[in-house]
């Protein structure tokens, strides 16, 4: 899906959220030019303490492998 998709599908479902009284919670992670910088092990640990985990977690720590 192209970032122009996603931006729409994003949009449609904020708006149709609201009509429905519902809230949203949206994250945006730029990973462009910041991999190689990234402290691997203490963002995992940072992970846990913000109890992110499941397929998140695991979808992170491949990503970071």
């Known amino acids: 899906m192209?970032?122009?998709n996603s931006l729409m599908r994003f949009?449609?479902?904020v708006k149709q959220?609201?009509?429905h009284k519902k809230?949203?919670?949206a994250v945006f992670i730029d990973f462009k030019?910041?991999?190689n910088m990234v402290w691997r092990s203490k963002?995992?640990?940072k992970f846990n303490i913000y109890e992110v985990g499941g397929n998140m977690l695991s979808w992170f720590g491949?990503?970071?492998a």
């Open 17 to 19: 959220g609201f009509n």
């Open 43 to 45: 963002l995992m640990s």
């Open 2 to 4: 192209s970032t122009q």
């Open 62 to 64: 491949r990503f970071l």
């Open 33 to 35: 030019g910041v991999y």
């Open 11 to 13: 949009v449609q479902d």
């Open 23 to 25: 809230s949203t919670l």
